[in-house]
Structures are given as C-alpha cells and as structure tokens.
C-alpha cells in the first residue's frame, strides 16, 4: 500500500494553521465511481498527533474557561456556514465515497443537526443542586470539561460521524482532535475551512491524518482524556481496550448486522420498499442499513421475495453525482471483491441467488455492484453472521415471531433492528424483547436524531455512555460533586 505523492495534497490543521503531515506514506483516494484518483492522503505519524494534542492542550486552558454562552457562538456560525455550503459539501462526499447527492445531502443536514443540537450546551451543562442534604449542608454538580478528546471515523459517513462528537466536545469546553478516515479525507479539509471561518481560536479544533499508527498515537497520549471512534468491530475492540489500559473514556461504536423482521399483517407493499432502502440505500455502507429480511410464515415470505426481487431489479445504478442515478458505487475493488466472495460462499451453503448483482457491472466504470437477493437463507450460513456492508438483500423464513426474535438476539452484533406490523401487542413485545438498542416500527433506518442518543450493544458498540445528544455531555464532562457546610454561626447579619 501507499504512493509517495506531494504532501501538500490533504494538509493537517493544527493549532489554527494548515500544515504539511509528516508522512512519508500516502493512499491514493480514489473516486469510486469512476476510479480516479482524487489526492493524496497522508498516512502521518505520531509526530503530528503530538504538535496537535499539545495545541489542544494549552488551548484547552482558556477554552474551559470561556463561558458556555460564548462557546456555542462559534457554533451558530458554524451552522450558518455550513448551510450556505450544503452543496459544495454534498457533491464533496459524493465524490469520494460514491453515495448519491440525495443521500450526500441528507448527511450534511445530519451533521448540521448536529451543530445545532450542540448549541443547547447551556441547558445540557447545567448541574443539579439539593439544600440540606444535611442539616446545613448543601450539594451540587458542576459538570466540568475535561480536556482534549480524540475523535477516529470511518468512510463511509466522510461528514456526518465526525460531528456526532466534536461539536458536543468543543461546546461542552473541551478541545479535539479529528482523525477522519484516510479512504475520505476530502471534505474534512472544506469542514475545517469553515471552521476557521467562524474564528474558533486556534487548537480548539485539530485534524490529523493518518492510519493505524496516528490511532495508536491519540490511544496511547497521556494528554488525551477521551476516545470517540466509528468504524469496525475488531478496530473498536482495539480501540477500547488500548484506550482504555491508558486511562482513558472511550465511546467505540463497531459494526453490525441488522435483522428486519415482517409479520404477515405488516403492509406489503411499504414494508418491503422501505426494507430494500434500508437494504441498498448508500450501496449497503451504514451502519444502520438493513441485512436479513426474516419473514414470519410462508405467506409473507412469497410475497416478501416477488416484490423485493422485481423492485430491486428496478434500481438504476451509477455515479452519484448523476440525478437519477438510486444508487452509487461500493467504496474500493476490495470492498466489492470482499462482497461478491459473500454472496458466493451463500450460494455454495445452499441459499438461492434470487437476483445476482455481481453480473453486467464491471464494464461500468467504478467499484459497481448491483443489488442482489439471496433466498433461503438460515442462521449458519457465513453470509447470516457477517456484516456485508454492501447492497445484498438475504430473505429468511421462520414459523413464529418468536423464533424471528430469538435468532436476531443470538447474533454476535446488536445495533439496530426494524418490526413491519401495524400490531400494537406485537410492537411491545418487540421494544421489550429485542436486544438491539436502536428499534425502529416500520422505519428502515431508525436512526436516532442529534438529540436522542447513537449507539448499539455486543460487539456493536464498546463503552457505557453512547454517542450525541444529552448523553454525550456525561461523556464529555466529569460530574464534580461539592458536599458544603459554613461554619460560622455567622456575625455580619
Ligand atoms: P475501519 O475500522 O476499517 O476504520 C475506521 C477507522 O479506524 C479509520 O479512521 C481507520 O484509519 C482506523 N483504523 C483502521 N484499521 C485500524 C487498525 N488496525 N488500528 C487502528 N486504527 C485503524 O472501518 P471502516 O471500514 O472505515 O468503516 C466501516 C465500518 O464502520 C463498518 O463495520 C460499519 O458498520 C462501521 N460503522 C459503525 C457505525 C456505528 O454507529 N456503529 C457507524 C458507521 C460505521
């Protein structure tokens, strides 16, 4: 891996400066759909982590300080920015992840949401008081920034991860450094122009880019306080676990494999076109994106695979950027190759390729698979147990709503999960029974708003406290709790 390239290309931003990284390696960042090469993408050293986190560091000694009123101003201006960007920003990750504009926007109106969210910090940050919690003691919690944070994402949101984490970070008085993923360093060089813009001071937001060793490097510094990372589930073990040896908070959020279950009162039609989104919307890269389609008795089965495999065959496949285009290109000839082995080894396990969308797609000129459905599958199967990460419908029968239940919580992975009923009783049942934490009724992708809290269990999700939202300010600061008597009888009154 890696080709020496000018290190101007994609630049580290680091105590208010673009700078040049260290690296002397570097990763082509590819256009998926078309191939081309974008940039350059630094693979830096623990060399550039330092200069950023003692940025953040001295810059956290006056950011704490700054009251929370005046913080979240830089973050109005921060929305303001990025909603006069929304475009610039779209067409950026369309063109170096490959999902289409439609979907590119809507990640950039997630981010946003984000920022906007943030700006609560003055409620979110206040503390509780109780008078005589004792006769004449008081008690009350001052929830206190705690330093510089470290943030690690993945590629396949390239905007909106990162800012799950750093506006609630920066808001609550904390500093931050980003590490975004090396496949899609791209738009975080447009988010930093903006943030520049807004005139946060310098080393309240750094970026550094980089691989395993610049992970490594924020894991291990003693001045980091605490991790955020996105991406898979063995690199949040290691995140989790290196992190945490080091004294650190981590919020590790890994992989999934998400069930969808139908009953045989759900409504057809709906319940399978928002499945398939679910499915194959940003060519199957989310987190939240749906796998296995378990279908309560053989009636709904049939009709579950007629209709999902003639509106599947339907979808039109292409570059993102292109308007009609429903959906776009996996992220590398590896992930596609990794996929197309998936789809194999189902089909020598026994399950049936109900539509192959391995075929007609390599004279297309990006990383392109078309959807595919895959019937009969069953628990053991390979394709049943990984995360795919990629446009493959599987289609599963059972008896019961029970069995559909118990098969989903023996899954290694618990992130999201989705019920199609208009069932009251069964919808309870489901929220009470269901291991994974985020539940969506007749929602494909349930994903929580910037408000609500992000984040799964098992090996979907390492850590206690989950990711944006309320939740996050519990991450982000130390609960102080001061116990106070006076002791003087008192003489002035
Ligand atoms: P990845 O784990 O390969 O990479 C994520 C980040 O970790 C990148 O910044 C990368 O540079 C770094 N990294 C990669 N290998 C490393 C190593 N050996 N040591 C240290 N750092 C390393 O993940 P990805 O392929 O970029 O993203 C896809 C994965 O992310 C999928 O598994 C997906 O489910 C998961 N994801 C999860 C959520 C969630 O909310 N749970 C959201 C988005 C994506």
Request: aromatic share 8%; with cysteine; proline share 5%.
């Amino acid at each position: 891996m890696g080709t020496t390239k000018n290190i101007e290309t994609i630049r580290d931003y680091i105590d208010g400066k673009w700078v040049a990284s260290t690296a002397k390696t570097f990763v082509p960042v590819i256009n998926p759909a078309t191939k081309q090469e974008l940039g350059a993408s630094p693979l830096g050293t623990s060399e550039d982590v330092n200069r950023a986190v003692a940025s953040a560091h001295i810059a956290f000694q006056e950011w704490k300080q700054t009251p929370v009123s005046d913080r979240i101003q830089f973050l109005f201006k921060m929305k303001n920015l990025m909603d006069a960007n929304v475009e610039e920003l779209a067409r950026a990750v369309t063109r170096e992840h490959g999902k289409t504009l439609v979907e590119a926007r809507g990640s950039v109106k997630r981010a946003i949401q984000m920022v906007e969210t943030a700006t609560g910090m003055p409620t979110f940050q206040m503390g509780e008081f109780l008078e005589d919690i004792a006769r004449g003691i008081d008690c009350n919690t001052i929830k206190k920034p705690m330093g510089v944070f470290a943030g690690i994402a993945p590629f396949n949101f390239p905007i909106m991860v990162p800012f799950w984490f750093w506006p609630f970070a920066i808001a609550s008085g904390n500093t931050f450094v980003l590490k975004p993923s090396e496949r899609v360093p791209l738009t975080f060089q447009l988010v930093f122009d903006l943030i520049e813009k807004t005139g946060l001071p310098k080393g309240v937001m750094n970026l550094v880019h980089g691989g395993k060793d610049v992970v490594t490097a924020l894991c291990t510094h003693p001045d980091v306080k605490g991790l955020c990372f996105v991406g898979s589930t063995p690199v949040a073990k290691y995140i989790y676990t290196t992190g945490a040896a080091h004294g650190k908070r981590v919020q590790a959020l890994g992989g999934a494999k998400n069930f969808m279950v139908v009953l045989p009162d759900a409504v057809m039609d709906k319940a399978v076109s928002t499945a398939l989104e679910s499915v194959i919307g940003c060519a199957g890269e989310r987190c939240l994106a749906g796998s296995v389609i378990v279908c309560v008795g053989d009636e709904t089965y049939k009709e579950v695979e007629s209709r999902i495999v003639r509106s599947a065959a339907d979808i039109t496949v292409g570059d993102g950027l292109d308007t009609h285009v429903q959906m776009g290109p996996v992220i590398s000839q590896e992930a596609k190759d990794r996929i197309k082995g998936l789809i194999q080894s189902a089909q020598d396990e026994g399950a049936k390729i109900l539509l192959d969308g391995r075929k007609d797609v390599d004279q297309l000129p990006g990383y392109f698979l078309k959807p595919s459905v895959i019937g009969n599958v069953t628990e053991n199967m390979r394709v049943a147990k990984e995360e795919i990460f990629g446009p493959v419908v599987l289609l599963a029968k059972v008896k019961t709503f029970d069995e559909a239940i118990a098969w989903m919580n023996r899954c290694n992975f618990s992130n999201t999960t989705t019920l199609f009923t208009q069932s009251g009783p069964a919808t309870r049942k489901f929220c009470n029974e269901a291991d994974p934490s985020m539940i969506g009724i007749n929602i494909g992708v349930p994903a929580p708003m910037s408000y609500f809290s992000f984040g799964g269990m098992k090996d979907s999700f390492y850590g206690d406290i989950k990711a944006h939202g309320a939740a996050s300010v519990d991450f982000f600061t130390d609960k102080k709790i001061v116990t106070t008597r006076w002791m003087a009888e008192s003489s002035v009154w």
